[in-house]
């Protein structure tokens, strides 16, 4: 008999999973720059990374966010540079280079995981506009980000992670323009791959499906009120494709992220790994 698909029993689950899971110090002596710090996955990547013996560099628009993130990580007996950016704006971009290296003399991964998401309409009704500013966020920034940092990671023979989604996968109409970005982005991994591998850096990919976070949430309750039903019901519908019958938790996608910066992954680059309890199948 299966397991129930409740969001009562994939909190049960994770808090099985956080019982066993012991963070090693895999990044150890290591700077992550991570762009993109907010609430779910944004603090789950500062956060696991920290307790995997990482410095970080906290980048995203708002400093008192990044206070609240430097907060975490310091807790955990690691250092934090708080570096306000937008990371839409070259000159910013560059400030942030110069301010990392000022600060820790080094970067060995950089994290891109700040995106944002055009009106959920179908793609053929979007304006040329909102694709752009999307685009600017989700594929020009991580572009310039990786190219600026190059140097440097060259240096450490680093790595960089593109923080993607597994809407590269499907093909909903509400989610077309976001799809457009994530698939330039995903294509621009793989380029850079090929272009700053023969420099020693890395480039991967990671795509999460639905992540069990407060705006998921918050995203399942709106739903139920629509259709007339419960969040668990509407859990199970999101839970059911995956193989796990569950979503992952921030924690989980970080993770896994976070394994790609670590000397474990240091031949494996160009890749795009899916952590979404088994939705998705990479099929040749």
Request: hydrophobic content about 40%.
């Amino acid at each position: 008999m299966n397991a129930p698909t409740t969001a009562a029993a994939h909190v049960a689950t994770s808090a099985a999973v956080e019982e066993r899971y012991r963070p090693l110090p895999l990044l150890e002596g290591k700077v992550v720059v991570l762009s993109g710090v907010g609430p779910g996955l944004g603090r789950a990547l500062g956060e696991e990374a920290a307790k995997m013996g990482a410095d970080l560099v906290l980048v995203s628009r708002t400093e008192s966010r990044l206070e609240k993130m430097a907060e975490v990580v310091r807790a955990h007996g690691r250092r934090a540079l708080v570096v306000p950016t937008d990371i839409t704006d070259e000159d910013s971009r560059a400030k942030l280079v110069e301010r990392s290296l000022e600060e820790f003399g080094r970067v060995d991964c950089l994290l891109n995981n700040a995106f944002g998401i055009p009106p959920m309409d179908p793609v053929s009704t979007l304006s040329v506009e909102s694709l752009r500013a999307a685009n600017e966020t989700n594929v020009f920034a991580p572009l310039r980000l990786s190219a600026l940092f190059a140097d440097a990671l060259a240096a450490t023979h680093g790595s960089i992670i593109m923080l993607n989604s597994c809407v590269v996968h499907s093909s909903q109409p509400e989610y077309s323009g976001y799809k457009l970005s994530k698939g330039a982005l995903l294509h621009l991994a793989s380029s850079l791959a090929t272009d700053l591998g023969p420099r020693g850096i890395r480039v991967n990919s990671v795509a999460p499906s639905y992540i069990y976070e407060d705006v998921n949430k918050s995203y399942f309750d709106w739903l139920a009120s629509v259709d007339g039903v419960t969040h668990d019901d509407i859990y199970a519908q999101k839970a059911a494709p995956t193989d796990l019958k569950r979503l992952a938790s921030p924690e989980e996608v970080a993770r896994a992220t976070l394994f790609l910066a670590t000397d474990l992954a240091s031949a494996i680059t160009g890749q795009l790994i899916n952590v979404d309890c088994g939705e998705f199948h990479n099929e040749s």
